[in-house]
């Protein structure tokens, strides 16, 4: 995989991708309570803050796991619920890409 084409891909269609699944998402959180990223690396995450998102809803786990690879949602998402970051009610993002090929989203309520 070539990480700074998958971020340069990214900045390219990011914008109309969010857009895309959730209005108003590629200028803030609108009304999101929590996004759980994909976390391929720790530039990626700091991009995230290009759509004017606070660091405080980016929940990380990377400091510490290190690349877990797509598993890196689900373990995020659990540590951020365990660690009473995520609560019942709140609306949450989950986004990433596969090996520089797929982009893809998902807004729930926990």
Known sequence: MDGPAVLRMVREIGDDFLEELYPGLSRGLVDIDAVVPHQASKVGLLMLTHFGWPQEKIMHTLEWLGNCVAASIP???????????????D????????????IGGLVFTY
């Open 75 to 89: 373990i995020t998402f659990y540590d951020a619920v365990r660690g009473d970051r995520i609560h019942r009610g």
């Open 91 to 102: 609306k949450v993002l989950m986004a990433g890409t596969g090996a520089g090929l797929y």
